[in-house]
C-alpha cells in the first residue's frame, strides 16, 4: 500500500480538532463509574459537573478544555505500507498546523527561550511525531494526543536503584501522585514507567497514561503492579479536581523495559480527567476514524 501524504495532512487536521473536542467513550464511561461508587459529596457534584462538560462540549460542537496542549502523533506503520519518511512528517505538521490556522485553535506551542507563539502549534520539533512499526501489513495507525500543561507539569523521574526493590517503586509512583494533588485535574490515569533508559522510562510511562481503560499491561508482573497501584491510588482521598473524595484515579497503567543490572529508572506522566486522544487507520479501502 502507498501511504497517500495527501490524505494523511487532512487526517492529521482532524484528528487534532476530533480529540479536543470528543471525550472517548472508554474515559465517559470510567468518569461514570467512578460516578456511581463515589460516596463523598463535594466528588459526586465535581463529577456531575465533569459529565454535564463532556455533554455540553458534545452537544455544542465545542472544545472539551481551553487547553489545547502540545501536539503529539503516534504513528504505527505495517510491514507492507510504501512511504517517504520526510513526506510523512511533514504533512502531519502541516495538518497540525492547519487545524490550528483553520479551526481555528488556541496554539499553546511557544519557544522555550524567548516564549514567543508563532500561532502554529508548530516549532523547534514540535509537534512530537513518534513512529513505530507492527505487524498489520496493509495498515497505518495514527493517533493524536493533546497533552495539557495541568497533566504534563506533573511528571516525575526517579534513577533509582534495585537495592529499592518494587516497594521503591510503589512509594514513588504514591509520592507522585501526592505530590501531584489536584494539580492534574484528577481523576487522571497514572502512567508509569518501569526500567529502561532514563529517556525510554519517561516515554512508557507517557505511553502508559494515554493507553485505553481497560487495557492491561502485556507483561504479567507490570499487570500485577498496575492493579495493586490502582487499589492503593484511590485510597489517598485526593478525589476529582483535588477536593476530597474516593476517585483520585481511573487507573493506574504500567509499561515496563529491561534495564542495566545496576539501575530501576522509575517515571510517572499523568492525563487529566479529559483525557483526549483521535485515530485514523488508513487501509487500502480509506480511512476510518475512532478512538
Not at 485535574?185 to 529502561?196: D, E, K
Amino acid at each position: 500500500m502507498q501511504l497517500p501524504m495527501n490524505l494523511v495532512e487532512e487526517a492529521c487536521k482532524e484528528l487534532y480538532i476530533r480529540a479536543l473536542k470528543v471525550l472517548p467513550d472508554d474515559i465517559k464511561a470510567g468518569i461514570d463509574r467512578l460516578d456511581q461508587a463515589e460516596t463523598d459529596k463535594r466528588a459526586q457534584v465535581v463529577l456531575k459537573t465533569m459529565i454535564t462538560n463532556i455533554a455540553v462540549a458534545e452537544r455544542e460542537d465545542n472544545l472539551l478544555c481551553q487547553d489545547t496542549g502540545l501536539p503529539i502523533y503516534n504513528v504505527k506503520i505495517g510491514s507492507n505500507v510504501q512511504f517517504d519518511g520526510m513526506a510523512l512528517k511533514a504533512a502531519i505538521r502541516k495538518g497540525c498546523e492547519r487545524a490550528t490556522k483553520e479551526y481555528p485553535l488556541r496554539s499553546s506551542v511557544v519557544h522555550p527561550i524567548t516564549r514567543k507563539n508563532n500561532h502554529t502549534s508548530c516549532g523547534i520539533d514540535m509537534p512530537a511525531i513518534h513512529i513505530d512499526f507492527f505487524d498489520d501489513a496493509e495498515s497505518v495507525e495514527i493517533e493524536m494526543v493533546p497533552k495539557g500543561s495541568g497533566s504534563e507539569n506533573n511528571s516525575f523521574l526517579k534513577m533509582a536503584i534495585p537495592a529499592d526493590g518494587i516497594n521503591g517503586v510503589k512509594a514513588f509512583v504514591i509520592d507522585s501522585v501526592v505530590s501531584a494533588g489536584g494539580k492534574t485535574c484528577p481523576p487522571t490515569i497514572v502512567g508509569v514507567g518501569v526500567g529502561g533508559t532514563s529517556d525510554q522510562c519517561v516515554a512508557m510511562a507517557k505511553r502508559a497514561a494515554t493507553r485505553a481503560l481497560g487495557s492491561v499491561c502485556s507483561d504479567a508482573e507490570g499487570a500485577k503492579l498496575e492493579k495493586e497501584l490502582s487499589s492503593v491510588v484511590n485510597q489517598l482521598g485526593i478525589g476529582p479536581q483535588g477536593l476530597g473524595g474516593d476517585g483520585t484515579a481511573f487507573a493506574v497503567h504500567v509499561e515496563l523495559a529491561h534495564t542495566h543490572i545496576t539501575l530501576n529508572p522509575v517515571a510517572v506522566n499523568m492525563q487529566c480527567h479529559s483525557a483526549r486522544r483521535a485515530r485514523a487507520t488508513f487501509t487500502p479501502s480509506g480511512v476510518k476514524y475512532g478512538f
